[in-house]
């Protein structure tokens, strides 16, 4: 199982944008091959920080699904809204509680 977190500043007046592009969006990423989990987070300290956490089940998947015309599209649009470059990392579950 691969943990994707994308962390997202927007332009304080381009959040409700990215809101829109996601509510859009979330379905045909939830329903993707090899996607198994989807959320959008907000940063308690920073009101314009949003990050999706998602859980793919291998690299490939993910590779697979960031080469897709719904990636492309998705995060062309959303790129456009950014204040700050995204961070983005991935992790290999290693324990589950």
């Known amino acids: 199982?691969?943990?994707r977190i994308v962390r997202m500043t927007f332009q304080a007046?381009?959040?409700?944008d990215f809101h829109t592009i996601f509510d859009?969006?979330?379905?045909h990423i939830r329903s993707f091959p090899g996607n198994r989990h989807l959320e959008l987070?907000?940063?308690p300290d920073?009101?314009?920080?949003?990050?999706?956490y998602s859980l793919w089940e291998s690299a490939d998947a993910l590779e697979?699904?960031?080469q897709s015309e719904l990636f492309r599209t998705t995060w062309?649009?959303?790129?456009?809204?950014?204040a700050e470059k995204p961070v983005a990392f991935s992790g290999e579950?290693?324990?589950?509680v």
């Open 64 to 66: 697979a699904y960031r």
């Open 76 to 82: 062309g649009a959303t790129k456009a809204l950014f």
């Open 13 to 16: 007046d381009k959040l409700a």
């Open 93 to 96: 579950q290693l324990e589950v």
């Open 41 to 43: 987070l907000r940063d």
């Open 1 to 3: 199982m691969l943990i």
């Open 24 to 27: 859009n969006s979330k379905h």
């Open 46 to 52: 920073h009101p314009n920080v949003r990050m999706t």
